[in-house]
């Protein structure tokens, strides 16, 4: 089931005390990216995030769940009505992340 926009617009607006978050459409669902670094995304209506070690340390009890079939396990969170929450963990894990490749031309 193809995520809501409805959902990405809640997910936005709870993520919105912080700057340069944007999204990318896929196939349905949308990948998220904070400073220009891919953090997550939103699959099934979920906001899942890939399982760095600050978001291991943020998220001690987070289950993991799989994105699509496939992928690789993510990290679900559940704490949306947290903005302060939501915003402490972009930054956390913003230092984990890995620079995003640049596209051959």
Known sequence: MPSSKEYLNFILEQTSDLKDITYKPMMGEFLLYYRGKLVGGIYDNRLLVKPVKAALSYLPQA??????????????????????????LFEAMYGDLPMPKMKKR
Do not use: H, I, T, W
């Open 63 to 88: 289950e993991y769940s799989l994105p699509y079939e496939g992928a690789k396990e993510m990290l679900l969170v559940d704490n949306l009505d947290d903005k302060n929450f939501l915003a402490g």
